[in-house]
């Protein structure tokens, strides 16, 4: 399947990604001011309701007590005007009475309006009343005079005392009142604020989220198909939309061309690899050929010098044999041309056999070795029993290898949902954490080679996990240096895979 095939084109993003983040960057900034805006309207609210108590209730309060500071006044006028009857004393009284008066006239402003015209009307009737009070004084009549103070003067006085009283009771309640009103709103301007706050930190967190999401599907998509592409798999398919507009729509046309190149330039040289290797073992066998016929006196005989250099070139073409056909093993698996021949397989036999293979070697190296086999393991599997049998057996090959003398190996076989779980686990040298993710790519070998017993080329492994794939199982590594290594093979009891290679669409069913 072409790269990009089968995907649907998803709606395009109107904006590009510096468009994305300047959008997001003013809407933030829009929603962390709205928590701004409403705080300071609240404080607006409170700081008229603080100028209200102040220029009213305290002004109130200020006019309340000089009015009761001048009826204190008219006391002591009304008291010089009964004992010293004078012109001066008169007029005295008359200013206080007029005083007073220009005060209760102010309390209209307060929304006082009934203490104002009570208290006025106090002061007309007093003001009549002391000019009797006077005229009783001044004209020696003592008793009548002090009985105009006593009954009428003074109740006066009183009455307007009362009523002032009675104005400032009024002033408190409402100046409680009014300090109730700026504590809830002060504390409805707080849970607005908070509110808003929290609404506002809301909004900010679904804009991160939206630029996040926007910003970190694409660059996770491209990080996934690099991935991809680094370990071989030249046909992964971005989750991107098609043709976007954008800067990730570049990268991703970017990242397609590159891959189909990419994908070109493997099975050029796979199909390279495949001739070459495969042009080499004529040449080859053709060396051999002579070497045995050397070796077997054909051309005449041969001194003990020419026997051992015959026996290095024979040596060297079988490891040179050996390397060319497992480069054509794993040509033809990248090609997609390998066969798998799937049939019943007796696994108690294939377990068996396998553990009969390892014995002899187990006792030669001095390590001990045991095929352990679960509880509920199918009676036959359906694989390609002599790719499965090499593939556990290079494992076993490997775990020998890396383990010293006194160590042990072990193959554990156990079921696994419809699956049969393989294990290989050895207590040998281990490998480098860094370096256990390229174990199963081509001629790569960890730096653990000189703790091993012989040399290797890189391949096996490699020619391991590509039999396993085409199973359609997955083969695993976990070690530690200095403990060992255990690698694990997870295959389906049935594959019915003929045809494999690393692209799916060439498989075909059985």
Same mark, same amino acid.
């Given at each position: 399947?072409? $790269?990009?095939?089968?995907?649907?084109?998803?709606?395009?993003?109107?904006?590009?990604?510096?468009?994305?983040?300047?959008?997001?960057?003013?809407?933030?900034?829009?929603?962390?001011? =709205?928590?701004?805006?409403?705080?300071?309207?609240?404080?607006?609210?409170?700081?008229?309701?603080?100028?209200?108590?102040?220029? #009213?209730?305290?002004?109130?309060?200020?006019? =309340?007590?000089?009015?009761?500071?001048?009826?204190?006044?008219?006391?002591?006028?009304?008291? %010089?005007?009964?004992?010293?009857?004078?012109?001066?004393?008169?007029?005295?009284?008359?200013?206080?009475?007029?005083?007073?008066?220009?005060?209760?006239?102010?309390?209209?402003?307060?929304?006082?309006?009934?203490? +104002?015209?009570?208290?006025?009307?106090?002061?007309?009737?007093?003001?009549?009343?002391?000019?009797?009070?006077?005229?009783?004084?001044?004209? #020696?009549?003592?008793?009548?005079?002090?009985?105009?103070?006593?009954?009428?003067?003074?109740?006066?006085?009183?009455?307007?005392?009362?009523?002032?009283?009675?104005?400032?009771?009024?002033?408190?309640?409402?100046? $409680?009142?009014?300090? +109730?009103?700026?504590?809830?709103?002060?504390?409805?301007?707080?849970?607005?604020?908070?509110? %808003?706050?929290?609404?506002?930190?809301?909004?900010?967190?679904l804009i991160t989220v939206w630029l996040v999401r926007s910003i970190s599907r694409p660059v996770f998509a491209l990080e996934a198909g690099m991935h991809a592409v680094a370990t071989g798999d030249f046909s992964h398919q971005l989750h991107m939309p098609v043709g976007r507009p954008d800067e990730f729509g570049r990268l991703s046309n970017s990242f397609e061309s590159m891959a189909t190149r990419l994908a070109q330039l493997d099975r050029m040289k796979a199909e390279f690899v495949s001739v070459a290797s495969h042009e080499l073992k004529t040449p080859i066998n053709v060396i051999l050929g002579y070497v045995e016929l050397l070796q077997d006196g054909i051309y005449g005989p041969l001194t003990q010098q020419q026997r051992e250099i015959c026996e290095t070139v024979a040596v060297q073409a079988r490891n040179l044999t050996r390397l060319v056909r497992r480069l054509l093993?794993?040509?033809?698996?990248?090609?997609?041309?390998?066969?798998?021949?799937?049939?019943?397989? /007796?696994?108690?036999?294939?377990?068996?056999?396998? $553990? +009969?293979?390892?014995?002899?070697?187990?006792?030669?190296?001095?390590?001990?070795?045991?095929?352990?086999?679960?509880?509920?393991?199918?009676?036959?599997?359906?694989?390609?029993?002599?790719?499965?049998?090499?593939?556990?057996?290079?494992?076993?090959? /490997?775990?020998?290898?890396?383990?010293?003398?006194?160590?042990?190996?072990?193959?554990?076989?156990?079921?696994?949902?419809?699956? *049969?779980?393989?294990?290989?686990?050895?207590?040998?040298?281990?490998?480098?954490?860094?370096?256990?993710?390229?174990?199963?790519?081509?001629?790569?070998?960890?730096?653990?080679?000189?703790?091993?017993?012989?040399?290797?080329?890189?391949?096996?492994?490699?020619? +391991?996990?590509?039999? *396993?794939?085409? $199973? #359609?199982?997955? =083969?695993?590594?976990?070690?530690?240096?200095?403990? #060992?290594?255990?690698?694990?093979?997870?295959?389906?009891?049935?594959?019915?895979?003929?045809?494999?290679?690393?692209?799916?669409?060439?498989?075909?069913?059985?």
């Amino acid at each position: 399947m072409p $790269h990009g095939e089968g995907r649907q084109p998803l709606l395009r993003p109107a904006l590009t990604l510096r468009g994305r983040l300047t959008v997001g960057a003013i809407l933030m900034a829009l929603v962390l001011a =709205i928590p701004l805006v409403v705080a300071l309207r609240s404080l607006q609210r409170v700081h008229r309701t603080t100028l209200e108590l102040r220029n #009213g209730a305290f002004a109130a309060s200020l006019l =309340i007590g000089k009015l009761r500071q001048g009826t204190d006044d008219l006391r002591a006028k009304e008291t %010089a005007l009964l004992f010293i009857p004078s012109a001066v004393s008169r007029d005295s009284m008359h200013h206080e009475i007029q005083t007073v008066r220009s005060l209760a006239d102010s309390l209209g402003r307060y929304q006082l309006p009934d203490a +104002a015209t009570e208290v006025r009307l106090a002061l007309d009737s007093l003001s009549v009343l002391s000019d009797e009070e006077f005229t009783a004084a001044s004209g #020696g009549k003592a008793t009548e005079a002090e009985t105009v103070s006593q009954q009428w003067v003074r109740p006066r006085i009183g009455m307007i005392d009362q009523t002032i009283v009675a104005a400032e009771q009024s002033l408190r309640t409402r100046a $409680h009142d009014r300090v +109730a009103d700026a504590s809830d709103e002060t504390a409805a301007a707080e849970r607005t604020a908070i509110l %808003a706050l929290i609404g506002a930190l809301l909004l900010a967190g679904l804009i991160t989220v939206w630029l996040v999401r926007s910003i970190s599907r694409p660059v996770f998509a491209l990080e996934a198909g690099m991935h991809a592409v680094a370990t071989g798999d030249f046909s992964h398919q971005l989750h991107m939309p098609v043709g976007r507009p954008d800067e990730f729509g570049r990268l991703s046309n970017s990242f397609e061309s590159m891959a189909t190149r990419l994908a070109q330039l493997d099975r050029m040289k796979a199909e390279f690899v495949s001739v070459a290797s495969h042009e080499l073992k004529t040449p080859i066998n053709v060396i051999l050929g002579y070497v045995e016929l050397l070796q077997d006196g054909i051309y005449g005989p041969l001194t003990q010098q020419q026997r051992e250099i015959c026996e290095t070139v024979a040596v060297q073409a079988r490891n040179l044999t050996r390397l060319v056909r497992r480069l054509l093993d794993v040509s033809r698996f990248e090609a997609g041309g390998a066969r798998l021949e799937c049939r019943q397989v /007796n696994l108690s036999r294939f377990l068996d056999a396998l $553990h +009969a293979s390892f014995s002899v070697l187990a006792m030669q190296r001095g390590v001990r070795f045991d095929v352990v086999r679960a509880d509920g393991l199918p009676s036959e599997v359906r694989w390609d029993e002599d790719r499965m049998n090499e593939v556990v057996g290079n494992l076993l090959s /490997n775990a020998f290898k890396f383990t010293p003398r006194g160590g042990s190996v072990q193959l554990i076989a156990a079921p696994l949902d419809g699956a *049969v779980e393989l294990r290989v686990v050895d207590t040998g040298a281990g490998i480098p954490p860094d370096q256990l993710p390229r174990i199963f790519q081509k001629f790569f070998q960890a730096d653990n080679q000189s703790k091993a017993s012989g040399k290797g080329t890189g391949l096996g492994l490699a020619i +391991a996990k590509e039999i *396993v794939e085409a $199973h #359609g199982g997955s =083969i695993a590594a976990e070690s530690v240096v200095g403990e #060992g290594t255990t690698f694990t093979i997870i295959i389906p009891e049935k594959a019915d895979v003929r045809r494999t290679g690393r692209f799916p669409q060439q498989r075909t069913a059985a």
